[in-house]
């Protein structure tokens, strides 16, 4: 049995890219010669099949162009700060109409979102660095060292998505959730969470931080466990590009809140 036997009793993966279209009707879930053969037709064209449908080194690859774009788009928002906001709010936008419009058109979707995200990330990241010189790039080998981390626990089975496990990477997103639409809520009444300040370095501002961190750290092992699922349900081409999107998402949150984490440690030298 595979070890993805229990995903429907368990739930969906609190990534919204994955939660909405990762399991919905229509996505293939056979293959086309088991479908064929049920409808009385006949084909040996299994290669031809294969190259149809969602593989993990396929999504993997992806990604790998995805973070590529990223880090070309953070050139151009370093050395050209002004593009930092519209750039936010044209990635937010793309992410939106991958998510909930058209996510079989991600393979032109996410390279687009990728690279604006990464100007955005370039023009915060630099920001950050006029503050405190070499946040930056600490922010990044942190990010990468937890990604790296999580997957070797997660391919070794030292970390295993089970119910409780997803239930409580769910519930600790969902309340950071909140906790974030509040604070924008108040912004317009021209206060805010303190906490959630990157140069407030309280001792409770800090461990908030890191409790974000280490929910931001824990989806990432959700999203491997999807993309694995899809693969092994051989859901369509396109899904390895909106698998690499989704890590992308997940990816972008657990940086901007490391820079947070590094920038509150910081504020209290």
Not at 100 to 125: D, E, N, W
Not at 130 to 154: E, H, M, P, R, W
Request: charged residues 15%; hydrophobic residues 45%.
């Amino acid at each position: 049995m595979s070890k993805h036997s229990a995903i429907n009793r368990f739930g969906r993966s609190r990534n919204p890219a994955f939660s909405r279209n990762f399991d919905q009707g229509g996505f293939r879930t056979q293959s086309s010669s088991e479908m064929n053969a049920g409808s009385g037709f006949r084909t040996t064209s299994s290669v031809a099949e294969s190259t149809d449908i969602m593989t993990l080194d396929g999504a993997v690859n992806k990604t790998g162009i995805l973070l590529a774009l990223c880090f070309t788009g953070a050139a151009v928002g370093w050395n050209i700060p002004a593009l930092t906001l519209p750039a936010g709010i044209l990635g937010f936008i793309l992410a939106l109409v991958t998510i909930f419009r058209s996510p079989s058109k991600a393979g032109t979707t996410a390279p687009f979102y990728a690279l604006v995200q990464g100007v955005m990330l370039g023009g915060i990241s630099l920001m950050y660095e006029n503050l405190y010189d070499g946040i930056a790039i600490q922010a990044i080998g942190l990010t990468f060292g937890i990604l790296a981390s999580l997957l070797v626990c997660y391919k070794s089975g030292l970390i295993k998505p089970t119910e409780n496990f997803r239930l409580m990477v769910g519930a600790g997103i969902g309340g950071i959730f909140i906790l974030y639409m509040v604070s924008f809520v108040m912004s317009f009444f021209g206060s805010g969470i303190s906490l959630l300040s990157p140069t407030n370095g309280s001792l409770m501002s800090i461990g908030l931080s890191l409790g974000i961190v280490c929910f931001a750290s824990l989806s990432l092992v959700l999203d491997f466990d999807y993309i694995e699922e899809g693969a092994e349900k051989g859901l369509p081409k396109y899904m390895e590009w909106y698998g690499a999107f989704s890590l992308m998402v997940t990816l972008i949150w657990l940086y901007l809140e490391i820079l947070r984490l590094l920038a509150k440690i910081n504020s209290r030298r």
